[in-house]
């Protein structure tokens, strides 16, 4: 392989993330409410519905929760 041929090309993700299959159901789910509690961890909202952002607000009321 010509190493000159991706010389060009930068990384997708920062080097400190990496990529991650989902293997099953819990596994999504989990992923899902990471992504939901995340700004609740930080500080930013008190309550995941209170971050504008985030599929909470479609998602929150079904049998996804916290």
């Known amino acids: ?6 010389k060009d090309e930068a990384p997708i993700w920062q080097k400190r993330f990496w ?6 159901e819990a596994d999504f789910r ?5 992504c939901w509690i995340n700004p609740v961890k930080h500080g930013l909202v008190g309550h995941p519905r209170d971050w504008p ?3 909470w607000h479609r998602d929150g009321s079904k049998d996804l929760h916290l």
């Open 30 to 34: 989990a992923h899902i409410r990471y």
């Open 53 to 55: 952002y985030s599929s």
């Open 19 to 24: 990529e991650h299959h989902l293997r099953d």
């Open 1 to 6: 392989m010509n190493p000159d041929l991706h």
